[in-house]
């Protein structure tokens, strides 16, 4: 559907550990040329080499050495021109003399056959195995322009943004990491989208782990993308080893690490999303307000490669996780959640009985079971549950059944008020033809419902469970006033295709043998509103996902719409990436451009919601996590 994904915020970076000698500019910069060639051939916009790549980092001193200031800067021109040949902007890591003594470490960043500028290393470390200030000034506060008859003018500062495509990057090298006062954090409050570390860290028992966390956290800290090259092992020396840990992360994730310990040299290729990052800062106010005026140059630093491909895995179910253990702790998690808030809602009103109006169906069968928690919680009884089912004109048989069995199973009374006639003659009193199965005649047994549950729990001074999900709620497939409504709704920030997977969690690994089996017959049951009769009382004459869309689009839809604030253009690439070998290209099209349409007509039910559990990033409640004008009209793609 593009030919150039950068137009979605795509950027291509690669990190490189190659096998690099300490001392010897000359063996290393072939080496630095060859990872270029294959940063080039995989269309990076971007190649991130180690600290002191040129030289090595274990030079100690011969860092003093005339001999390698000059093999170093032949190195250094050789790379130089080298970026002339294509669009990818170059890192790398060189000792940098200036003219009043000074030595810096230094990272160089290389486009288009110049040095657009170089940063200093702000923090050098002293301890330990380190004692970088032997041979390095601190660059913290360094602001120089340097003036190079052979490699040119260009400005030494760490304040610096350099313009790669349309993305802006700074940079910070290893200890700047690890320091208090990161230089990092500088660079993303002035609007740096991606930070890079070319580093030199060795290899100790479980210093991998810790790096790890620390990159990754630092990118959810910064709201950033964060690329991390440290030298690898052709720069062991005496008691040192390197391992050239290479990793990316972004916003808190850990996008890509590269294999560590490797003697031929490695590479991790990844691609960024910068626009996605650039909405969670729009939307985060607190990194709004830690912005400050700051005087940061930019820099244009290369133009970037076309990129027609992408890297990225896109999940066909993004509120689900992929890992089985990962979903577990998450599935106990949501419970608790969900069960939690339930619990304080009574204990605001006193000791209220819980009314829920159990369907047979997969909503009313997680929120029955998330009160049974809640009563749990507060040391009461199941019997305090009065689940209520409410056959009517089309309710079939099979849900029905399960609704008995799941009471029956959990030792719940059950109390069954069949709703026809109450239906006929609310039909009748509005003069309408019952055999005209049309809007009214289906909303007006939602309505009818509710306003038992609402009665009921009058009666035995108790609190509506509400049932309704996320999913419904985005594409407004609920009864204003009818099951749009509820004292407490604690279903009312969990997508559909999460509900299945709780339900199904909590039969293997909650429920009975008997209860389990329940609880996959309800998991097995098509999902329906059961509001037209079919022609029998076995068949289900409204299928949802016939009429609505398959729910695993709609929530596919939603997230990147609502979390991340993705153009309908690129939530169809992205739709295709993932469900391209399931759906064809006018199914999605068809579905999208219904998801858009009733997200934008239906926000006037969202307006009036009741208050129910925020259990994940994206919630729809009116109070906090999503406000749009009721009229707004859906945008094209």
Known sequence: MTDDLRRFGYLRAMAAAPWLRPGDPAGNVHELLK??????????????????????????????SAALKQATRAALARLVAATAEGGTTVVVGAPLAVADGRMFNAALVLAEGRICGAVPKSHLPNYGEFYDRRWFTDGDGVELDVA???????????????????????????????????????????????????????????????????????SAQRICAYLYASAGPGESTKDLVFGGHLLAAENGVVLGEGDRFGLQGSDLLVDFDLEQLRHERQRNSTFRAAR????????????????SDSLRAVAPHPFVPDDEAEFAARAQEILAIQATGLA?????????????????????????????????????????????????????????????ALAACAGVQLLEIP????????????????????????????????????????????????????????????TFNGDHMASYNVNASVPKTLIAYLVRWYARHRADPRFAAVLDDVLATPISPELVPGRSDDEVAQHTETLVGPYELHDFFLYHYVRHGSAPAKIRWLAGRAFGDRYDSATLDRWLTDFLRRFH???????TLPPGPKVGSVSLSPRGDWRMPDESPPPKF
């Open 35 to 64: 990872a270029l060639e294959r940063a080039r051939g995989a269309k990076a916009s971007l190649l991130l080499l180690p600290e002191l790549a040129l030289t090595g980092f274990t030079c100690e001193d011969l860092f003093f």
């Open 148 to 218: 190079d008859a052979e490699l040119g003018d260009f400005r030494l500062a760490a304040r610096q943004l350099f313009r790669v495509g349309g993305a802006q990057v700074a940079l910070e090298i290893c200890e700047d990491l690890w320091a208090p006062d990161p230089p990092g954090a500088r660079h993303a409050l002035a609007g740096a989208d991606l930070i890079l570390n070319p580093s030199a860290s060795n290899e100790l028992v479980a210093k991998a782990e810790y790096r790890r966390d620390l990159v990754r956290m630092t």
């Open 292 to 307: 400050r005026s700051q005087p940061y140059a930019s820099v244009p630093a290369g133009q970037g490669l076309p990129l």
């Open 344 to 404: 304080r809602r009574m204990l605001s009103v006193g000791e209220p009985k819980l009314v829920i109006g159990l369907s047979g169906g997969l909503d009313s069968t997680l929120a029955f079971l998330v009160a049974l928690d809640a009563l749990a919680k507060l040391d009461r009884p199941a019997q305090d549950l009065l689940a209520v089912t409410m056959p009517g004109p089309a309710t079939g048989d099979r849900t029905l059944t399960s609704a008995r």
């Open 419 to 478: 709703i026809d006639a109450a239906v006929a003659q609310h039909l009748a009193d509005l003069d309408h033809d019952p055999e005209v199965h049309d809007i009214t005649f289906e909303n007006a047994q939602a309505r009818e419902r509710t306003q038992l549950l609402f009665n009921l729990a009058n009666k035995h001074g108790g609190l509506v469970v509400g049932t309704g999900d996320l999913s419904e709620l985005a594409l407004g497939w609920c």
């Open 601 to 607: 007509s239906q926000q006037f039910k969202r307006s």
